[in-house]
T-cell receptor, first 112, second 109 residues
Framework: EPEVTQTPSHQVTQMGQEVILRCVPI?????FYWYRQILGQKVEFLVS????????KSEIFDDQFSVERPDGSNFTLKIRSTKLEDSAMYFC??????????FGPGTRLLVL | GIQVEQSPPDLILQEGANSTLRCNFS?????LQWFHQNPWGQLINLFY???GTKQNGRLSATTVATERYSLLYISSSQTTDSGVYFC???????????FGPGTRLSVLP
């Protein structure tokens, strides 16, 4: 049974459109993370979310990105106005300090 | 921030061979994990190993935290072992992972 599920598995969008990526942890955890992986490159940290607030964010996580946990279970990453360079695999992870992080299967985003 | 290096960048093996993948990191860590990224892009957690040695079937891992490196051993490799292996570390001052560049493993039949 997967620890984390993500929807959609794939999304194609036009440049300038908004996209919302969703993550559903199977069990209750306080820490959540979003990472991205541009094709052929390494996985990069975007943002961590602890107790319903942003805990830490990277330089990549600029004003076009936002995260929320709107209903207490789903965890979303919103990209307000997509750019071509936002095409990547986006991973959600759950875990905590000094414990295993479990990654979801990812959402493959393609911006045309 | 913490730096993570992995070697070799690419590795080609015949089925049945053994291999060792290395991860070096530049600072003390709270957490270190090894992942296998399969051809579908999924990150499969292999080991949570901030220190010590663990084994799971044909795979084992050792982390020597004082010397800032970790090793992943794959024995009797199979074609299904192909993919990219990532080491990721969590430093003492942050909760997020810093990933290494990965080792791309190809196991030939």
């Amino acid at each position: 049974e997967p620890e984390v599920t993500q929807t959609p598995s794939h999304q194609v969008t036009q440049m300038g459109q908004e996209v919302i990526l969703r993550c559903v942890p199977i069990s209750n955890h306080l820490y959540f993370y979003w990472y991205r992986q541009i094709l052929g490159q390494k996985v990069e940290f975007l943002v961590s979310f602890y107790n319903n607030e942003i805990s830490e964010k990277s330089e990549i996580f600029d004003d076009q990105f936002s995260v929320e946990r709107p209903d207490g279970s789903n965890f979303t990453l919103k990209i307000r106005s997509t750019k071509l360079e936002d095409s990547a695999m986006y991973f959600c992870a759950r875990g905590g300090m000094i414990e295993t992080q479990y990654f979801g299967p990812g959402t493959r985003l393609l911006v045309l | 921030g913490i730096q993570v290096e992995q070697s070799p960048p690419d590795l080609i093996l015949q089925e049945g061979a053994n291999s060792t993948l290395r991860c070096n990191f530049s600072d003390s860590v709270n957490n270190l994990q090894w992942f296998h990224q399969n051809p579908w892009g999924q990150l499969i957690n292999l080991f949570y190993i901030p220190s010590g040695t663990k084994q799971n079937g044909r795979l084992s891992a050792t982390t020597v935290a004082t010397e800032r490196y970790s090793l992943l051993y794959i024995s009797s490799s199979q074609t299904t072992d192909s993919g990219v292996y990532f080491c990721a570390v969590e430093g003492n001052y942050g909760q997020n992972f810093v990933f290494g560049p990965g080792t791309r493993l190809s196991v030939l039949p």
